[in-house]
């Protein structure tokens, strides 16, 4: 079994990782907001069905993208609370 301090190194490393994916995650999200927002001006007083679909999904993705980014967070916490108790 590894010692303490590789296993504190290793969440180190795990969680710098996980951060990174939060960042690609708060990018993401950011491109599919300027995709939102550019098919609403593209669209604007629009009745169409499909209009309607199509921001809904992208809506949809944000929320997505924000959860994933919470659930990731939430992973970086205990990980560290558990390097903590180490």
Do not use: F, N, W
Not at 23 to 39: F, K, M, P, V
Not at 74 to 80: K, L, P
């Amino acid at each position: 079994m590894a010692g303490v301090e590789e296993i504190r190194a290793g969440i180190a490393v795990a969680t710098e990782k996980a951060q990174a994916g939060i960042a690609a995650i708060t990018q993401a999200a950011l491109q599919l907001d300027e995709s939102r927002s550019a098919l609403m001006m593209a669209t604007q007083g629009s009745g169409q069905p499909d209009v309607a679909q199509a921001y809904g999904l992208l809506a949809e993705a944000l929320q997505t993208l924000a959860a994933a980014q919470a659930t990731v967070h939430a992973s970086i916490t205990a990980a560290e609370g558990y390097s903590v108790r180490l």
